[in-house]
């Protein structure tokens, strides 16, 4: 059964148009990942599942029964704490907001701290915190009426490594205990490490969606052995496989799939002074990049 189901989603802000024509189907229980560039719709699409935009046309169902509290959480791309007020006292306040009261709200604290590594931090106003624990908090935010639907709109933007683990591993929980998750990002080992299921979209239409190995068994690329490390300016050729130089690294195109094997025994018996060699392949960057193009975004 679908947690989400959006049928023809259309919005436009002037001349800019944010969505054209989403249909997207989000199962109970899955982990859906929204791949995008900047201004690709992503934020677009998920203010409009969670109320805050009206679509312009189209049709929104979502799966919201939840025991009378909020069914469905949401952590926005910006911070969205009270900074005088401490880790608690925020989510006092968010939780009243959702429907807690009493010593299920306590407790729905005390639960959500400990997930997010603030409990030693719990009195400590927001505003001394860093860019890390701040978006941990904003995230025991999301998670605080233990909704069965969260909305998750870049949420590991400029953390450190350390909150980053912590936030995989939380989300990860999260969805193998049943809660049904959909994250934008543009980090592709993001979506590669946590979502089980995969679209992509750009210009406001959603391009592609499935599996990891659906989306990428549509790489027109092909497997290349690449050469990393100050290339001479001449390389050595080979009679069975083409190169293209790069600025760190040159890639070796076997004419044969087959022979990528022996061709790395043919370049480490050339003498090319190189510090590594990796055989890379059709991934979730190189269908990315095949169709929503290589120009930067503003």
């Known amino acids: 059964m679908n947690a989400i189901s959006a049928k023809n989603l259309h919005k436009s802000f002037g001349n800019v148009v944010a969505l054209d024509g989403v249909d997207l189907e989000i199962q109970r229980g899955e982990f859906y990942g929204l791949l995008g560039p900047n201004g690709a719709g992503k934020t677009t699409m998920l203010r409009i599942l969670c109320g805050l935009l009206r679509p312009d046309s189209g049709e929104i169902t ?20 009270y900074d005088p007020l401490t880790a608690r006292q925020n989510l006092e306040v968010f939780g009243s907001l959702s429907g ?156 044969n799939p087959d022979d990528l094997g022996g061709l790395v025994s043919r370049i480490h018996a050339s003498g090319l002074p190189y510090d590594r060699i990796e055989i890379t392949g059709p991934n979730l960057e190189a269908l990315f990049l095949q169709l929503t193009g290589k120009e930067l975004r503003n």
């Open 62 to 81: 979502i799966d919201a029964a939840h025991n009378g509290t909020l069914a469905m959480g949401v952590v926005p791309q910006e911070i969205a704490l």
């Open 100 to 255: 807690l009261r009493g010593s299920n709200l306590a407790e729905r604290i005390r639960t959500v701290l400990d997930a997010v590594g603030l409990s030693d931090r719990a009195t400590h106003k927001v505003k001394t915190f860093s860019g890390g624990m701040k978006r941990r908090l904003n995230l025991a935010v999301g998670i605080l009426a233990d909704p069965p639907i969260l909305l998750l709109d870049e949420p590991t933007v400029g953390v450190d490594p350390q909150s980053r683990t912590r936030i995989f591993s939380l989300l990860q929980e999260l969805n193998a205990a049943g809660k049904t998750l959909i994250y934008t990002t543009h980090y592709m080992e993001e979506a590669e490490r946590l979502c089980t299921r995969i679209g992509i979209i750009d210009h406001g239409k959603l391009l592609a969606q499935g599996t990891l190995s659906d989306l990428v068994s549509r790489v027109k690329t092909p497997r290349v052995v690449r050469v990393h490390g100050n290339m001479p300016a001449t390389l050595p050729q080979f009679e069975f496989a083409s190169s293209v130089q790069e600025e760190n690294h040159t890639d070796y195109v076997p004419r």
